[in-house]
């Protein structure tokens, strides 16, 4: 199947189309849990920035999406507008049903051009998902949370991962149509290195008048740090590349797959196990600043 051709959008929109679950927040199977991991999940720092991140992606999308000619895209990110608004009630419905401590934040106008905004969000995505499937496999793996919470938030994490799917074909297909396709290869390095130095500001507080807190230290050592599991970057990275992996194994293969990131990690895999070993007991999220 010819990337860019008519065929290509059938199924990338069908295929995100099909896959859709329904279900909200309240029908969910909430555990009921012990003082102590319930104290263990408020103590989890990025649940603030994880609400209203969702919650402004559903927004934005959701306006994004009005603007699109082609009806079978646009409805195709109108779905996964109502995803990620839904993804919102889901950690909202969390926070309250576990009494978590979230501060209320002013809703940020949207951006006035709204499709430059949905590809940086798009790449975003693609990065911050990618370490996720990694933690997420982590904190599974080591028992962090029980099981039944891990059952809730797996269709969030795959609805993620059916979000990068739709968004690298939705790309590729845009970029083709409009006789872009040779520039596709620098657009996706521009793309993720932006992601990626966003990222780093945070990680570093280097950005100027910006005050470090648990939220703005980047996911990735934030949640490496609230896991507490004793892990090399080595182990890390392989966890990472296997759950994304996985994870990509349930889309037709005609479609493609966000395959920069795997590239990049597996080439910085095979560099770290080159270089000195950590101390032991040196918790990964420390190790993840130093060489991050």
Known sequence: MKIGSKAHKDLFCQSFMDSHLLYEPETLAWPELDSAMIERIQRIPFWDEALYTERKAGVMLKAYAETVEDPQIRAAIALQAAEE???GRVIGYMINHYGI?????????LPENLEPAFVKFGYGECFDSFFAFGLFGIARQGGFIPDALFTI???LVDEEARHMVFFVNWIAHKQIV???????PFSS???YTGAAFRRLDNLMGMGKGKKKSANKKGFTAAGAKAVKVDLTLESFLEMCIAENAKRMQAYPEELLRPDFLPAIASLALNTAKLL???KPNQPVGKELEARG
């Open 101 to 109: 401590q979230v501060a209320e934040r002013a809703e940020k106008p």
């Open 178 to 184: 409009e006789g872009r396709e040779v520039l596709r």
């Open 276 to 278: 000195p070993k950590r």
């Open 189 to 191: 390095v521009q793309q």
């Open 85 to 87: 608004a839904r993804h």
């Open 153 to 155: 938030f797996n269709t």
